[in-house]
């Protein structure tokens, strides 16, 4: 995969990190509190760690990868 598709990917995880933030801001304002590791809710830390990772992703360049293509 080249790094376009890594970044590609990485934002909509992000987007949808938003999204759940979004939630978690609702559902606390509404007095619904569940199980959160510093004020965030479970699916927006998943979202928004699989955009970090996405982001960073290094695909080898190396002589052996690329003649295995």
Known sequence: MNR???NIAGLIF???GVYFLVADMNAHHH???GATLLGLGEM???W????IVH???NDCR????KDKK
Do not use: D, E, K, Y
């Not at 928004?48 to 955009?51: D, K, L, Y």
């Not at 190396?62 to 990868?65: D, L, R, T």
């Open 4 to 6: 376009g598709v890594h």
């Open 14 to 16: 992000a987007l949808l």
């Open 31 to 33: 007095g619904h509190n």
């Open 44 to 46: 927006t830390w998943m």
């Open 48 to 51: 928004f760690t699989m955009a």
């Open 55 to 57: 982001f960073f992703l």
């Open 62 to 65: 190396c002589s052996n990868c």
